[in-house]
């Protein structure tokens, strides 16, 4: 008798996870591959696609997402032995705080080129295999960001709601072939990155995090194993009804009152 958590299986499949040496992103490749896909792993920097392939037994490419020649030549060869069904658009940059009556055309064009591009690039590169495949899932990263308005981050969240916008046409425009398309959007997560401005203040970090605890109904905070578990629903048949969604993984914080 089959288990209802077979659909969550990713045997034979192949998927292709951008910035695969961040922290979501390894937590990513290392769900899908322990649900049994084959994960090529890329990063902008090649240590760390190499290291993050070979704790998973996977492919390492080095990649910049916001080259859409390089993205598609990627993506053609992990796609060449006629399995990729699942690509994993997670890659992004870490942008400086401007308001914005501040924010200068460099900065805004180097964000939305790293995420929305990305995403964007991926998306075009991914679908003509998806469809020779018969099938399979794109999942994007989005962020909290989409949902509450904190200042300075004018840029950041421009890009990522210009993802989930993507995310839904994209879902409707080849939903009849068998392809879903769907976006996470967690809250935030606590990082050597995220923090990095607490590096010397460690009462400040924690009262840093205690404010993202208290902004959760749930309380506590988002993990990277929190992210990965979604994206691996998001990409497996678990998820079979279930396109042009961005999932919040955030505790609730968006919630209306």
Same mark, same amino acid.
């Given at each position: 008798?089959?288990?209802?958590?077979?659909?969550?299986?990713?045997?034979?499949?192949?998927?292709?996870?951008?910035? &695969?040496?961040? &922290?979501?992103?390894?937590?990513?490749?290392?769900?899908?591959?322990?649900?049994?896909?084959?994960?090529?792993?890329?990063?902008?920097?090649?240590?760390?696609?190499?290291?993050?392939?070979?704790?998973?037994?996977?492919?390492?490419?080095?990649?910049?997402?916001?080259?859409?020649?390089?993205?598609?030549?990627?993506?053609?060869?992990?796609?060449?032995?006629?399995?990729?069904?699942?690509?994993?658009?997670?890659?992004?940059?870490?942008?400086?705080?401007?308001?914005?009556?501040?924010? $200068?055309?460099? &900065?805004?064009?180097?964000?939305?080129?790293?995420?929305?591009?990305?995403?964007?690039?991926?998306?075009?590169?991914?679908?003509?295999?998806?469809?020779?495949?018969?099938?399979?899932?794109?999942?994007?990263?989005?962020?909290?960001?989409?949902?509450?308005?904190?200042?300075?981050?004018?840029?950041?969240?421009?890009?990522?709601?210009?993802?989930?916008?993507?995310?839904?046409?994209?879902?409707?425009?080849?939903?009849?072939?068998?392809?879903?398309?769907?976006?996470?959007?967690?809250?935030?997560?606590?990082? $050597?990155?995220?923090?990095?401005?607490?590096?010397?203040?460690?009462?400040?970090?924690?009262?840093?995090?205690?404010?993202?605890?208290?902004?959760?109904?749930?309380?506590?905070?988002?993990?990277?194993? $929190?992210?990965?578990?979604?994206?691996?629903?998001?990409?497996? $048949?678990?998820?079979?009804?279930?396109?042009?969604?961005?999932?919040?993984?955030?505790?609730?914080?968006?919630?209306?009152?």
């Amino acid at each position: 008798m089959a288990s209802p958590f077979d659909a969550w299986r990713l045997d034979g499949r192949a998927a292709f996870v951008t910035g &695969a040496g961040g &922290a979501i992103g390894e937590a990513v490749a290392i769900a899908l591959a322990d649900a049994g896909a084959h994960v090529h792993c890329a990063d902008i920097r090649e240590e760390a696609a190499r290291a993050v392939a070979e704790r998973v037994n996977g492919t390492p490419v080095t990649l910049d997402v916001s080259d859409a020649s390089a993205v598609r030549a990627a993506i053609d060869a992990a796609a060449a032995p006629g399995s990729l069904r699942i690509v994993c658009n997670l890659a992004g940059i870490a942008g400086r705080s401007q308001r914005i009556v501040d924010l $200068d055309e460099e &900065a805004f064009d180097a964000m939305f080129a790293a995420h929305f591009g990305g995403v964007l690039n991926g998306c075009q590169a991914a679908i003509p295999h998806l469809r020779r495949a018969g099938g399979g899932a794109i999942v994007n990263m989005s962020s909290e960001a989409i949902d509450i308005a904190p200042a300075t981050i004018a840029s950041y969240a421009v890009a990522k709601a210009s993802i989930s916008a993507l995310t839904k046409i994209l879902a409707a425009e080849v939903a009849g072939e068998g392809i879903r398309v769907n976006a996470v959007a967690p809250s935030f997560i606590p990082s $050597d990155l995220s923090l990095v401005r607490y590096a010397d203040d460690p009462e400040g970090r924690e009262r840093y995090l205690d404010w993202w605890r208290a902004k959760s109904p749930l309380g506590g905070l988002c993990s990277v194993e $929190d992210v990965a578990a979604q994206i691996l629903y998001l990409a497996s $048949d678990a998820a079979s009804y279930v396109t042009g969604q961005t999932l919040r993984t955030n505790g609730g914080i968006s919630m209306p009152w």
